[in-house]
């Protein structure tokens, strides 16, 4: 039969063992899904074997001193950081913003166990059942725990996710760590002075530390997503800068291609009225000719432009092109939005479909209206999965933050014009659809 000896000595142990095993708890809530190195559970042993002989050591040691609480306490932390940065293969930066998220998160998680067990220690049936040591006492710490994990995990850790694999700025981090290090000393003497004479006041103030780091903790989210969108935006305006050079050689080159063609014709035409050469030579070489001479009329010069360069470029490559296009229906759309648009769409399409064999390479691309509605629908061959963040494919490139920049300008355009960007895959198809309302007065 287990004794009461031994059962408070279980006790004890986890009374040291529980705040750092809450602590990772919250840390990895943020960095759960980081890359791991080779041999994790290898690594994650080593470094978790000194963490509990230390635990103990302090317990034994530390002998209620708060000097020598904070140094043991940083010196653990320390330990902690040097073992997540040891077991994944993360930036430090956005390991120190995980460790300073997840030290806020653990906070909070004390602060809400403290309030509830003095509110629990109010009733005189219940004080006894809530003294520290007693299996009620540790469950409500974990229930603690479990209700503000789960909180910052849906208000919070979802909105870092489209951080993952990208970097964390070095200033982001630094704030949170010097918060982290200022403000949770204030916050821990201050309760411990006001716990002796007012416990409305220390319920208070805890109450006040928990709605304070949650704020704080959106509004890191929320500052990397505005840094984010600033970067994407300018490497969209450098992206657009280039498009709009590409696009202005694009039709000088299609232009004088055209010319050319027109004048080859005829010379043709008057060499088989006045020559001798043979009658299969010229027809082939008038084929090839119309190949380039050919331009797709759709009803908007822009989209014209774009389509023949496209088509083009798909008959080098034996891709199966086919289109049916209202062009003049996109005349609300400006010029480079146009351009934009539709080169993303094709490009992105076209640099898939060369991967596959040649007998399976196809897109089609169709622009018309309905009710109000101008409809872009492009298809083209797809095999596998695709991976989806934020309603957009994950680019399968090496160098993520040089490419996917495609996809977020084609639905940035959508959006700019009140419209919707939709992407499906399915019956070994890739399927985009854009549906952008036409306005009833189109600016000439």
Request: a negative charge.
């Amino acid at each position: 039969m287990i004794s009461s000896e031994l059962v408070q000595a279980l006790l004890s142990h986890f009374k040291f063992l529980d705040i750092f095993i809450a602590f990772l708890a919250a840390t990895l809530l943020f960095a759960h899904s980081c890359e791991r190195r080779p041999r994790f559970w290898l690594r994650a042993a080593a470094f978790l074997l000194p963490i509990r002989v230390l635990c103990l050591l302090f317990a034994h040691t530390c002998g209620g001193s708060i000097l020598r609480e904070a140094v043991y306490s940083g010196f653990l932390l320390s330990l902690m950081l040097a073992g997540l940065m040891c077991c994944y293969r993360e930036r430090l930066w956005n390991m120190l913003f995980y460790f300073g998220s997840g030290f806020m998160t653990w906070y909070m998680a004390d602060r809400l166990f403290l309030v509830a067990a003095s509110l629990c220690r109010l009733d005189d049936r219940l004080r006894p059942y809530f003294v520290e040591g007693t299996i009620p006492h540790i469950l409500l710490y974990i229930g603690s725990m479990g209700v503000v994990y789960v909180t910052v995990y849906f208000t919070v850790e979802r909105r870092m996710r489209p951080f993952r694999g990208g970097e964390i700025p070095m200033q982001n981090s630094l704030l949170l760590f010097v918060l982290v290090c200022i403000l949770t000393p204030i916050f821990y003497f201050e309760s411990q002075i006001i716990a002796g004479y007012n416990l409305f006041l220390y319920n208070l103030l805890n109450v006040g530390e928990i709605i304070f780091y949650l704020s704080m903790l959106l509004l890191q989210v929320q500052t990397l997503i505005a840094a984010r969108e600033r970067t994407e935006l300018h490497t969209i305006q450098t992206l657009w800068a280039e498009e709009q050079r590409q696009f202005r050689l694009m039709k000088e080159n299609i232009d004088a291609i055209n010319i050319k063609c027109h004048d080859l014709k005829h010379q043709i035409r008057h060499l088989r009225e006045t020559g001798q050469v043979e009658e299969a030579y010229l027809d082939s070489l008038e084929q090839s000719v119309s190949l380039y001479n050919s331009a797709i009329r759709t009803g908007n010069e822009t989209l014209d432009v774009v389509l023949t360069d496209k088509r083009l470029h798909c008959a080098a490559h034996d891709i199966q092109f086919t289109c049916m296009a209202e062009g003049e229906k996109l005349r609300f759309m400006e010029v480079m939005d146009i351009y934009s648009l539709f080169g993303n769409l094709l490009d992105n399409a076209m640099e898939y479909e060369i991967t596959l064999p040649r007998e399976t390479r196809f897109i089609h691309l169709t622009v018309r209206s309905a009710n109000q509605l101008l409809l872009i629908h492009a298809e083209n061959h797809f095999e596998g999965a695709l991976e989806f963040r934020d309603g957009l494919p994950v680019t399968t490139k090496q160098d993520r933050d040089c490419h996917g920049y495609g996809m977020r300008s084609i639905r940035r355009i959508a959006e700019k014009y009140g419209g919707e960007m939709v992407i499906s895959t399915g019956d070994q198809l890739f399927e985009l659809d854009i549906a952008l309302p036409i306005p009833e007065a189109p600016p000439v």
